[in-house]
């Protein structure tokens, strides 16, 4: 079995009957890079949030198992799940200054995790920390883990959830979006570090992103989503050489190319809309007209 899979998963809105996921399956392979890509609202995050125990309290799973390491998350009491979690699975999100406590000192923010949930002590918990600093390019981690968020540039607190996600050695890593708020400098940096930690440490990696170049550099397979279900799973190579399904070859031909920066953008066309939203109401047993 894969490190990561998930099984049929559906999710909605607690009393609504439209569905954020509809019955999503896909998997990540020990050191694999699996992208998640699609268009704002496809349900991306959702995923992410549904594997790490973080679901917004409105949203329930309706169905589906999410299996991490041989065991089935959404079967145990949820202090077990938490437990598992903690211990194998971390998230980088999106925004470093909201998801870093502006109130505390960098270094606790690493520390916290392991010395309460693999129970190290602080001492063994500081040297880790300082240690990832340093592997993610910090210059004087010592000074960095008594700073606080504020004090310090957007790249640099990129790097510093970076560090916190590998401090605990998991073996899955969520990456949702973790350069949306960098400028297009910084990206191109922490998406090589993110590659490099991942390939060093051996670590499995869901990569969330709308950006099809980001996919073709750093991932190994991708899963397509629409409207909060998979309409194409892929490795990446074959994905780009010939996408199967209508939807992706838009999204293809609506990317920018680099090498035309004048040229006009290609929009997805109505047809390929009217058709995907089709699949999708017959998966919610809707009639579509």
Not at 225 to 252: N, T
Not at 270 to 280: G, K, S
Request: proline share 7%.
């Amino acid at each position: 079995m894969p490190f990561l899979q998930v099984s049929n998963l559906s999710l909605r809105i607690i009393g609504e009957t439209p569905r954020l996921l509809r019955s999503v399956s896909l998997s990540v392979g020990a050191g694999e890079v699996r992208a998640l890509v699609g268009e704002s609202g496809a349900g991306k995050s959702m995923i992410g949030k549904a594997i790490l125990g973080i679901l917004p309290r409105a949203v329930e799973v309706v169905e589906g198992e999410v299996w991490l390491d041989g065991q089935n998350l959404l079967a145990m009491p949820p202090m077990a799940r938490r437990r598992i979690i903690g211990a194998k699975a971390a998230l980088i999100p999106q925004d470093p200054l909201t998801a870093l406590n502006p109130s505390r000192r960098i270094g606790p923010q690493i520390t916290d995790r392991l010395v309460h949930i693999l129970g190290w002590d602080r001492a063994r918990a500081e040297s880790r920390a300082l240690a990832l600093l340093e592997e993610v390019q910090i210059t004087d981690p010592a000074r960095v883990m008594r700073a606080y968020p504020h004090e310090l540039s957007g790249g640099m607190r990129q790097r510093i959830l970076i560090a916190s996600a590998f401090a605990a050695e998991p073996k899955l890593i969520v990456a949702d979006e973790p350069t949306t708020a960098l400028d297009v400098t910084v990206q191109k940096q922490i998406l090589r570090l993110i590659k490099g930690m991942q390939e060093r440490h051996g670590t499995a990696l869901l990569f969330v992103t709308h950006d099809l170049g980001v996919v073709s550099k750093v991932c190994q397979s991708l899963s397509v989503l629409y409207a909060g279900m998979v309409v194409e799973d892929a490795p990446v190579r074959d994905f780009f050489a010939a996408p199967r399904h209508a939807y992706s070859r838009a999204l293809l031909a609506a990317t920018p190319k680099y090498t035309d920066p004048e040229g006009s953008l290609t929009p997805v066309p109505q047809t390929v809309m009217d058709a995907v939203r089709a699949e999708v109401a017959a998966a919610d047993g809707v009639w579509h007209g």
